[in-house]
């Protein structure tokens, strides 16, 4: 299996434009999460769904950021507009709920700079 | 209550020693406590887990000792090695139907020769 895949790897925009980051999770896997990081808050959830479902929104920073997974397949984190304080690596995960085993498999992230 | 500290922020130790990265929780619900590891450039993976049922989980170096009446968890890297360079993440999270890991601050351990 190829991992998670996440596009594009870097972006660089202005502020006040709109981004949107692109998530594969595995394929079979029934959750999906997307997460951002940076130096001064570290990891942070922003929101996962399953099934295809949003579970859990309480960390989308604000109404900016919008995510959508219209299949088992694809998912997208958009913000509009875009502003500085958004510049951090961006990751995706997915899981497979099996009896007693919870790992979450990380894609190799985006690196979003707002100029 | 959500919450789980992690310590040191960062962690230097020498070729062969032992590392040792603390975290606390104080939501008693949580009943899986996983490490994850991220090399810079990539995103983090699982590294070792644990259950609140069991006191110690090893594999080959590194293991996880879990302290429930502390409310505390631990990971040991024993005979440390460069390639274990890396920042190392605890999490907890409630397991029956919620799949939300929460995420420790994180602990850059270096390893010097």
């Known amino acids: 299996d190829a991992g998670v895949i996440q596009s594009p790897r870097h972006e660089v925009t202005e502020m006040g434009q709109e981004v949107t980051l692109r998530c594969k999770p595995i394929?079979?896997?029934?959750?999906l999460f997307w997460y951002r990081q940076t130096m001064m808050r570290g990891l942070e959830l922003l929101i996962y769904f399953n099934n295809n479902v949003p579970i859990d929104d309480s960390g989308m920073p604000e109404d900016r950021f919008s995510a959508k997974m219209p299949n088992a397949s694809f998912s997208t984190l958009k913000i509009q507009p875009s502003e500085p304080r958004d510049s951090a690596v961006y990751f995706c995960?997915?899981?497979?709920?099996?009896?007693?085993?919870?790992?979450?498999?990380f894609g190799p992230g985006t690196r979003l700079t707002v100029l | 209550q959500q919450q789980v500290k992690q310590s040191p922020q960062s962690l230097i130790v020498q070729k062969g020693g032992i590392s040792i990265i603390n975290c606390a929780y104080e939501?008693?619900?949580?009943?899986?406590f996983p490490w994850y590891q991220q090399f810079p450039g990539k995103g983090p993976a699982l590294l070792i887990a644990?259950?609140?049922?069991?006191s110690e989980k090893k594999e080959g170096r590194f293991t996880i000792s879990f302290n429930k009446s502390a409310k505390q968890f631990s990971l040991h890297i024993m005979d440390s090695q460069p390639g274990d360079s890396a920042t190392y993440f605890c999490?907890?999270?409630?397991?029956?139907?919620?799949?939300?890991?929460?995420f420790g601050t994180g602990t850059r351990l270096t390893i010097i020769p």
């Open positions: 939501n008693t619900a949580f009943d899986y």
């Open positions: 999490a907890a999270s409630i397991n029956f139907g919620n799949e939300k890991l929460t």
């Open positions: 644990i259950r609140p049922d069991v």
């Open positions: 995960a997915s899981s497979l709920r099996l009896a007693g085993v919870n790992e979450q498999f």
């Open positions: 394929s079979g896997h029934d959750y």
